[in-house]
């Protein structure tokens, strides 16, 4: 007996990489960094965004800086408005302590991580908050996993 195999159809991916958005006012900092460090650590896990409810425009040369220690290139990133995100459903909604200035985006699951904002901090400061970043995104990334 002979075996045909139809290879018309494309094989379906049973993964799905969840879809994950940090949010913060200026999105030149803290949902930068989050954003970043999910792409560090859930390649194939996770698809990350970050979204500013009042976006800056750029993202903070120190941020750039401080990932750089990491190497990561956050200068290819973007300061995003909230609106300017891909519509669809998401599975988590982090923000990263904006309190009312934060835009509600319904998600699965929201977190508020409340950490403050490193911009006007000296520069070990602002590693120890990059650093408190990336072990909340790699717990989460593990939950999700």
């Known amino acids: 007996m002979k075996i045909v195999i139809d290879t018309s159809y494309p094989l379906i991916d049973t993964k799905v990489m969840k879809r994950i958005l940090f949010v913060c006012i200026e999105n030149s900092n803290r949902s930068q960094m989050a954003e970043a460090f999910a792409h560090m650590h859930g390649k194939g896990i996770v698809e990350a965004y970050s979204a500013g409810s009042k976006a800056s425009g750029k993202v903070n040369p120190s ?83």
């Open 63 to 145: 941020a750039i800086e401080f990932m750089a220690e990491l190497d990561y290139d956050l200068s290819k990133h973007q300061s995003e408005h909230i609106d300017g995100i891909p519509t669809g459903e998401w599975e988590y909604v982090v923000s990263m302590g904006c309190g009312d200035d934060c835009p509600y985006v319904p998600a699965k699951v929201r977190e508020d991580w409340q950490i403050p904002d490193p911009k006007h901090r000296s520069p070990e400061e602002f590693r120890i908050i990059r650093d408190f970043i990336g072990i909340k995104v790699r717990e989460l990334i593990e939950k999700l996993s």
